[in-house]
């Protein structure tokens, strides 16, 4: 049998039913004992031990356990680029429909209050993202949650100053 790089495989020499017994043990995952392999395949626990010594089973399982950690890392940065382009692709949607309906907003129909807001919130909206963006290249601080709350901080900050409560 050709040796393999991928420990967690059938080694060279690596008989049938040890392997065997390897798989069990490793596929149980953190619940994995020698006295249940040995009870699941009806053996001596002293001869899982044995094969467990001599195959190396710890170093094995070890590794198998940090290959499939990597490959769950991998999809989930996978799956959260995935997800911050589906956000990127709708927030664009939006942004062309809430221009497309300033556009067809007659002047005559604005208010001077809402011009006011219109120009304060897109204000808010710019100089938010120029400081979200000068803290992404640190490092810190930015993101959807926090760029969500400081949109509805802008909202109720307006709703505050039109009540005069403020």
Not at 46 to 71: F, P
Not at 138 to 159: D, L, V
Request: glycine share 6%; net charge neutral; proline share 2%.
């Amino acid at each position: 049998m050709p040796k393999t790089d991928k420990v967690w495989e059938r080694q060279k020499g690596e008989g049938e039913k040890a392997y065997e017994a390897f798989v069990i043990y490793r596929d149980m995952g953190e619940k994995r004992t020698f006295t249940a392999v040995a009870e699941r395949l009806r053996k001596s626990d002293t001869l899982i031990r044995r094969w467990k010594e001599c195959w190396n089973w710890q170093e094995r399982v070890r590794a198998y356990d940090n290959e499939l950690e990597k490959e769950a890392r991998a999809k989930a940065v996978k799956a959260r680029k995935a997800m911050t382009e589906r956000h990127i692709g709708i927030a664009m949607q939006l942004q062309k429909k809430a221009l497309e309906a300033l556009q067809e907003l007659p002047v005559e129909d604005m208010t001077p209050k809402d011009i006011r807001e219109y120009i304060k919130m897109a204000t808010d909206l710019e100089r938010l993202n120029r400081t979200l963006e000068d803290e992404g290249t640190n490092g810190e601080g930015s993101g959807p949650a926090q760029f969500a709350n400081a949109i509805i901080s802008i909202f109720q900050k307006n709703e505050r100053e039109d009540d005069g409560s403020e």
